[in-house]
């Protein structure tokens, strides 16, 4: 699993990790070396003993922004080469949280995704951001728990006096505010493919536009394993 696949209660636990003074500073000195660091290098670079250094140093790697690498001193090869040191680099991904949840990289990622299919197809793009955005909510229901996996991509539904689900938080919030007659038909098009995955009636999701909630909800109960109890 990459950084940008973490859930989100990790994405957070990843950056309040760098809260504390000493990773911090070990993050920052591996993420400016430009190379791979070993625990006495940067043990000695920053002050610290060895042992509170490898302690952050594995606790960054752990939380998935360092990750660590083995290698023979000199790079020696064979018997007598000596032991492999562990050695620490920044991780390629990026770490991004914010509260409340937010999913614009997925909304990048939709984007860029529906402008390749347009070109290549030669659909316009509205259109291929439906079908991308649609086969991206598949991909995330593929657990068979609708309400959970609403949950799990930031929607935060809640029951509703109608006997469905309001859902609370927007993960596209910004820019729905901003390009609505894009992003709230590419956020329909991502709950039905969630719904459809998950076994629920696709028809369940349906505008709800108004402030301080997602501009769709869901109209009918679903059962406790999270499928359309009325199926």
Same mark, same amino acid.
């Given at each position: ?13 990843? =950056?309040?990790? !760098?809260?504390?003074e000493?990773? @911090? ?7 400016e ?16 003993? @060895? ?10 790697v752990? &939380? ?22 562990? !050695? ?36 316009? =793009?509205?259109?291929?951001?439906? &079908? ?12 068979? &728990? ?5 949950? &799990? ?29 894009? =992003? ?6 991502? !709950? ?29 109960d ?10």
């Amino acid at each position: 699993m990459g950084a940008t696949d973490f859930p989100w209660t990790r994405k957070i636990a990843a =950056v309040a990790s !760098l809260g504390e003074e000493n990773r @911090r500073a070990l993050y920052q000195y591996v993420l400016e070396s430009g190379e791979a660091v070993g625990r006495d290098q940067a043990a000695t670079a920053l002050g610290l003993s @060895r042992s509170t250094a490898s302690f952050h140093l594995d606790r960054l790697v752990d &939380d998935g922004l360092l990750r660590a690498e083995f290698k023979r001193p000199g790079g020696k090869t064979g018997p007598g080469s000596g032991r492999p040191a562990k !050695l620490y680099r920044p991780t390629l991904d990026e770490i991004g949280a914010s509260v409340p949840q937010r999913s614009y990289d997925l909304a990048g990622h939709l984007m860029a995704s529906a402008i390749a299919h347009s070109a290549a197809e030669g659909v316009p =793009v509205s259109h291929a951001l439906l &079908d991308v955005a649609h086969a991206s909510g598949r991909e995330a229901g593929r657990s068979g &728990d609708f309400i959970g996996a609403l949950a &799990d991509c930031g929607y935060q539904p809640m029951p509703d006096e109608a006997g469905g689900y309001r859902l609370l938080n927007c993960p596209f919030h910004r820019l729905s505010r901003d390009h609505a007659e894009v =992003v709230c038909p590419m956020n329909g098009a991502f !709950l039905r493919g969630v719904a459809v995955t998950s076994g629920a009636d696709p028809s369940t999701v349906v505008g709800d536009a108004g402030p301080g909630h997602c501009c769709a909800r869901i109209t009918r109960d679903i059962d406790d394993s999270g499928h359309d109890a009325a199926r």
